[in-house]
C-alpha cells in the first residue's frame, strides 16, 4: 500500500512539473511618474546612449547614475501593453526596422504609437519583470549577458535569463515647492523644473477646485517655455499663456481647475507629459489660437478640450502621437462652426462623443481600444 501511495504522488509531482502557468501582467504603472529600468544580470539601468535625441538613438546599460537619460515613463496604450518613452529624449523605446531577428537592435524613436514601440510588462517574482514587445512577441535584455557599461540592448527569445529581467523603480521629484503666488515665465524666457514638483498655496492662489477666479501657478508670456515641471494638487488653475508657448515634459498629477487655459491669441505646443484626475474640462481655449498637442498623456476628465462656450472664434487642434482614456464628455468641444481638429497615430478608450460640436475633422492611423 505504501509503495502504491508513493507512485501516486511521484506521478504527481511530474503532473505539476508539466503544468505552464502563463505569469500573470505586471501590476499598472503611473503615467504621472518616471521610472528607472535596471537589469537583474548587471544592476545597471537602461539608458538612451549619449543624451542622444535624434531618431535611432541606441539603448544600452550603463552605471545607475540618475540622469534623466536613464529615465522613462511608462504609458499604458491599453490591451494590456504599454510604451516607454524616455524622459530626456521624448522618443519612444522600439524594435529597430520592424524585425523579429533574435538579436535585433532597441533604439529610440518619435513616439507614433505602433506595435514595435509596444511592450508586454510580465511579472517574474521577486520584483523583476520581463518586458516583451507587441510586433515580435521577443522579450527585452542585455546582449550576451554582459555586465559592462555601454553594453547593448536587444531583443531575443523569451530564454527566462537573469539579463531579459527587469526592475522598474520609480524616480521621485527632487522637491516639493509650495507657490505663493504666480510663476510668471517672461516672453521667450525658459523656465526648467528639473522634475520638481510644484504644488499652490491653497489660500493664495487657489485650492484646485471647480471655484471660478483661481490664479494660475504658472504664467507664460509671449514666446515663453514651461519644461520638466510636475504639478501636484493643488494645481489651482494650472497654467494660463499669453501668445505663442512650448509646454514641455511638464505632468500633472491633478489638474485642478483646469490644467492649462489659453489667454490671449497665440501658437501654444504640449508635447509630452500627462494630465490626469480632472472634474470637468483639461485645456481650455478662451482666445483665436492652434493648439498642438503631441505625444500627450490624457486620463480621467469631463472632456480633454474645450473652446471657451458661446465663443465663434476660430481655433485649430493637432493631436499627434497621444493616449486620451477616459473623458466623459468628449476629446474637443466646440460651438465655433469654423474651429477644426487634426488627430493622427492616436490612441483612445472611452471618450465619450469624441468630437462634440466639431464641424471639420481629419483624422489618420488613429486606434479606438478598450
Known amino acids: ?26 501590476a499598472s504603472y503611473d503615467n504621472s511618474k518616471k521610472y528607472k529600468l535596471v537589469n537583474r544580470q548587471s544592476g545597471k539601468a537602461l539608458e538612451v546612449y549619449g543624451w542622444s535625441t535624434e531618431n535611432g538613438g541606441n539603448i544600452a546599460q550603463y552605471n545607475d547614475w540618475g540622469g ?11 490591451q ?48 523583476y519583470v520581463k518586458i516583451i514587445n507587441r510586433f515580435s512577441n521577443k522579450a527585452l535584455e542585455v546582449y550576451e549577458r554582459s555586465k559592462e557599461n555601454g553594453a547593448n540592448v536587444v531583443q531575443y527569445d523569451d530564454l527566462g535569463g537573469a539579463n531579459q529581467q527587469w526592475k522598474l523603480v520609480e524616480v521621485k521629484p527632487k522637491e516639493t515647492i509650495v507657490v505663493n503666488s504666480t510663476i510668471v515665465v517672461k516672453a ?3 523656465f526648467d523644473g528639473s522634475g520638481n514638483r510644484y504644488v499652490a498655496n491653497p489660500t493664495t492662489v487657489g485650492d484646485g477646485s471647480q471655484k471660478e ?47 492649462m487655459t489659453i489667454k490671449k491669441e497665440g501658437h501654444v505646443v504640449i508635447r509630452g507629459g500627462s494630465a490626469q484626475h480632472g472634474s470637468d474640462k483639461m485645456f ?5 489660437s492652434q493648439l498642438d498637442i503631441i505625444n500627450f498623456t490624457a486620463r480621467d476628465a469631463g472632456k480633454m478640450i474645450r473652446q471657451l462656450g458661446g465663443s465663434t472664434f476660430h481655433t485649430e487642434v493637432y493631436i499627434e502621437g497621444s493616449v486620451i482614456t477616459d473623458m466623459n464628455e468628449a476629446i474637443f468641444r466646440t460651438d465655433s462652426s469654423t474651429s477644426k481638429v487634426r488627430m493622427v497615430n492616436t490612441r483612445y478608450s472611452n471618450v465619450g462623443k469624441k468630437w462634440y460640436g466639431v464641424k471639420h475633422v481629419s483624422e489618420s492611423g488613429n486606434v479606438e481600444f478598450n
Open 1 to 26: 500500500m505504501k509503495k502504491l501511495v508513493s507512485v501516486f504522488v511521484v506521478l504527481g509531482l511530474l503532473f505539476s512539473m508539466l503544468v505552464v502557468t502563463e505569469p500573470a501582467f505586471a
Open 80 to 127: 494590456g501593453y504599454h510604451k516607454f518613452v524616455n524622459v530626456f529624449s521624448g522618443k519612444a523605446m522600439e524594435v529597430s526596422n520592424w524585425n523579429k531577428d533574435n538579436g535585433a537592435n532597441v533604439a529610440q524613436w518619435t513616439d507614433w504609437n505602433g506595435e514595435s514601440q509596444q511592450w508586454k510588462i510580465v511579472d517574474v517574482g521577486n520584483g
Open 213 to 259: 477666479g483661481q490664479k494660475s501657478v504658472f504664467r507664460l508670456e509671449d514666446g515663453a517655455t514651461l519644461k520638466n515641471v510636475v504639478l501636484g494638487a493643488p494645481a489651482a488653475d494650472g497654467v494660463h499663456t499669453y501668445g505663442d508657448a512650448l509646454i514641455e515634459n511638464v505632468v500633472w498629477e491633478d489638474i485642478g481647475e483646469d490644467a
Open 284 to 288: 481650455q481655449i478662451n482666445a483665436p
Open 68 to 78: 534623466t537619460s536613464q529615465q522613462w515613463t511608462v504609458i499604458d496604450v491599453g
Open 188 to 190: 521667450g524666457e525658459v
